[in-house]
């Protein structure tokens, strides 16, 4: 008893401490009692994470006690690198390096745990090193903690499995079960996985000003983490999103975990600005990237998301998949959008207004069968319907210097689609295509998987990586949220993985929304957002859908700069621009990649403004979206360049405007102005603003300078 007494002490008295360059974040590590591996952390000497424990629950035994400490390595590092694309044109990687190895007495098992201290945060993970007593092993649980200190507020969406499309919730953590609870009752998610889980990234505000983000980066072979809280304590566990078998992760040695991330600053813009996500992920695998270009485009979507026209040629539904031949026999249901007469319009306004691509979905077969809900949920991804010239319009955007985009829908029926990759996307190179949408609705078949486990998660990079090999970019919809992998395979030039912009026209989402998803899922990588609706009453488009889009078009065109992307869509109908030429002019103006970005103001829920500078043509660009309340900007121009002149070319609310009953009220007013001027705009609730710059020339002069 004396000895095994002695031991635990000892294991106790094992401490390590971690600061980071600045020396505001430190963290704490320590074997505790059991030699359990516990961390703390602190930010400007108060506590962000208190004591939390560490470990890995595997299916026949466990890596989360009896350690000692083995071995510790120390190291900084600093370099600087350039991103394929992005809201910079290089990034800083700065931090001091913890790896822990520990060795459990017990087993004789070996476990490194890696901290890496930022000055805007921590980053984490565990690393199993190759050994004769741990190779092939099952993860049942991981146990990774995150205490907080106190009942913060929080920006969170439900625990699901599948989906991350709900709207924001805004509460303290411990309302959580209460309203998660009430979300169950209600049947809104039949996979929430408890009734106090929430996804990542997961935005917090303390009491006294502190800003808290978790999140993961590099998610490769290993399911998504989402949080589950322990709300009489305030701890989050992790938890991970398992197999059809209720097994995590299968894994061999040697190899890691993702990293666990923890973004902290008392200042709402430093979390916008830290690129922690981006330098825990591995440097760019693709040799030759000059074949990755921004994209900015108009498509065949909204008229089918609104429902005035159809996906499918045919409302005729068939027990199994029906070839060409049978379905020139079936009729035609006559609201089918992916028409050639109907296509060629989108490219001839893409080409009109500057726009690289044209997005057309519903032009494979297979949409017949699916909205019939057939078992088989089959598509084809090289047969076009009888009314999609699929070799006319091709030659036909190349004739206008267009590019067709694309779409997979898959159905989440992820073996036929596999089974056919390599067919499709030697079909797109053939026929001029370089970019995709794919989609994965629906229940994930093999039955028992879910969206977000390590089956799945190695999918969608088997899909990027192939993708990469026949130089394809892709815009993955309804997969896994990002973790910043576009550094990697950076031909991941968008997913969506939230609740995107088509909820406007299905039923609507809060005003806060585009305030909110900066702080949560642009964490880990661009969102193909869809922006850019003009008409809010979509009654006007499809008179059977009486939804409201709840924003104004001054916040729409806001969003092009606040929410950067390198994939950018005029998501609403050529008409519906065609009625606003002036204030679509912004969309067509406005840039895809930066070189610089500042962050002027940010508040979740409440506001976000942002300033770019785009990449290659110096030009600066100003964004602001305002969320649940009206708000008042006051900013400043310091970031031009110091003694130019400039005309600021301001887009915003009318002062009448108002998101429900005026949100087609905006004002076009230009100014002239310097680095040392400041300006101030109101923007109403679920509003904003957005600006362009140019320098000034002679007939500027009349203009209004501003102070």
């Keep these: 008893m004396i000895a095994i007494a002695s031991l635990l002490t000892c294991q106790a008295m094992q401490a390590e401490e971690l600061l980071s360059p600045s020396g505001d974040i430190k963290l704490d590590f320590r074997l505790a009692e059991g030699g359990a591996p516990v961390y703390s952390l602190e930010y400007k000497g108060e506590p962000v994470i208190a004591e939390s424990h560490l470990g890995i629950r595997l299916n026949n035994s466990g890596l989360f006690d009896w350690f000692e400490i083995a071995d510790v390595s120390k190291s900084e590092f600093d370099e600087t690198w350039e991103p394929v694309w992005g809201e910079e044109s290089e990034i800083r990687d700065r931090h001091n390096e913890m790896a822990v190895t520990l060795r459990q007495t017990s087993s004789d098992r070996r476990m490194v745990i890696r901290f890496r201290l930022f000055d805007d945060g921590l980053g984490f993970r565990y690393e199993f090193p190759e050994q004769g007593n741990l190779v092939y092993f099952v993860i049942a649980d991981e146990l990774t903690e995150f205490a907080m200190t106190g009942d913060h507020t929080a920006w969170w969406i439900p625990g699901d499995y599948d989906t991350q499309e709900y709207d924001y919730t805004e509460s303290r953590l411990s309302e959580i079960r209460g309203l998660l609870e009430g979300a169950v009752s209600g049947n809104l998610s039949q996979t929430i996985f408890s009734s106090t889980g929430v996804q990542t990234a997961l935005q917090m505000k303390t009491d006294d000003g502190i800003y808290i983000n978790l999140h993961e980066a590099a998610l490769v072979n290993y399911p998504a983490m989402h949080l589950e809280l322990d709300d009489e304590k305030l701890v989050f566990k992790s938890h991970l999103t398992p197999d059809p078998n209720g097994d995590m992760a299968y894994m061999q040695t040697p190899c890691t975990t993702p990293w666990r991330t923890v973004i902290v600053s008392d200042d709402a813009r430093d979390i916008l600005a830290s690129r922690i996500t981006l330098n825990l992920n591995e440097p760019c695998k693709i040799d030759d990237t000059s074949w990755i270009r921004p994209y900015k485009y108009v498509g065949v979507w909204w008229e089918m998301i609104t429902g005035k026209s159809s996906w499918s040629y045919t409302d005729d539904l068939r027990s199994v998949h029906i070839d060409t031949d049978d379905l020139t026999k079936v009729k035609p249901n006559g609201r089918h959008g992916a028409t050639t007469e109907n296509v060629r319009k989108y490219i001839d306004f893409a080409a009109e207004n500057g726009f690289d691509g044209v997005l057309v979905e519903g032009w494979n077969i297979g949409w017949e069968d699916w909205f019939g809900n057939m078992k088989e949920r089959v598509f084809d991804f090289v047969t076009p319907y009888p009314d999609f010239d699929l070799p006319g319009l091709r030659d036909y955007a190349a004739s206008k210097g267009v590019k067709l985009i694309m779409h997979h829908e898959t159905s989440s029926s992820i073996r036929n689609y596999e089974r056919q990759l390599d067919t499709a996307y030697k079909f797109m190179r053939?026929?001029?295509?370089?970019?995709?949408?794919?989609?994965?609705?629906?229940?994930?078949?093999?039955?028992?998987?879910?969206?977000?486990?390590?089956?799945?998660?190695?999918?969608?990079?088997?899909?990027?990586?192939?993708?990469?090999?026949?130089?394809?970019?892709?815009?993955?919809?309804?997969?896994?949220?990002?973790?910043?992998?576009?550094?990697?395979?950076?031909?991941?030039?968008?997913?969506?993985s939230a609740r995107g912009n088509e909820y406007q026209g299905m039923g609507g989402s809060k005003t806060f929304h585009v305030t909110v998803l900066p702080f949560t899922r642009l964490i880990g990588g661009p969102m193909d957002y869809t922006p850019g609706i003009f008409e809010m009453d979509i009654s006007k488009i499809n008179p059977s859908n009486h939804t409201h889009a709840n924003f104004t078009i001054a916040n729409q065109l806001g969003?092009?700069?606040?929410?950067?992307?390198?994939?950018?869509?005029?998501?609403?109908?050529?008409?519906?621009?065609?009625?606003?030429?002036?204030?679509?002019?912004?969309?067509?103006?406005?840039?895809?990649?930066?070189?610089?970005?500042?962050?002027?103001?940010?508040?979740?829920?409440?506001?976000?403004?942002?300033?770019?500078?785009?990449?290659?043509?110096?030009?600066?660009?100003?964004?602001?979206?305002?969320?649940?309340?009206?708000?008042?900007?006051?900013?400043?121009?310091?970031?031009?360049?110091?003694?130019?002149?400039?005309?600021?070319?301001?887009?915003?609310?009318?002062?009448?405007?108002?998101?429900?009953?005026?949100?087609?009220?905006?004002?076009?007013?230009?100014?002239?102005?310097?680095?040392?001027?400041?300006?101030?705009?109101?923007?109403?609730?679920?509003?904003?603003?957005?600006?362009?710059?140019?320098e000034a020339g002679p007939a500027d002069k009349k203009l209004k300078m501003l102070k």
């Design 430 to 496: 053939e026929n001029g295509y370089d970019a995709v949408k794919s989609g994965y609705v629906g229940n994930i078949i093999p039955k028992g998987n879910n969206h977000y486990n390590q089956w799945m998660v190695n999918h969608y990079l088997y899909a990027l990586e192939k993708a990469a090999g026949y130089h394809i970019m892709v815009n993955a919809h309804e997969a896994v949220r990002p973790t910043g992998l576009c550094r990697t395979w950076p031909n991941l030039i968008g997913n969506e």
């Design 559 to 694: 969003i092009y700069v606040v929410m950067s992307s390198p994939l950018q869509m005029a998501a609403d109908l050529p008409e519906n621009y065609e009625r606003f030429p002036d204030a679509f002019q912004f969309i067509k103006d406005v840039a895809l990649d930066w070189s610089e970005s500042r962050y002027l103001e940010a508040e979740p829920g409440k506001y976000v403004t942002v300033a770019r500078k785009a990449k290659g043509l110096g030009q600066w660009f100003v964004g602001n979206v305002t969320g649940d309340s009206d708000h008042v900007s006051t900013v400043s121009f310091d970031f031009l360049d110091p003694g130019k002149v400039y005309v600021a070319t301001v887009y915003a609310d009318a002062p009448d405007a108002n998101y429900l009953t005026n949100p087609q009220a905006y004002t076009i007013k230009e100014y002239r102005c310097t680095s040392k001027s400041s300006f101030t705009q109101k923007a109403v609730e679920g509003g904003g603003y957005a600006i362009s710059f140019r």
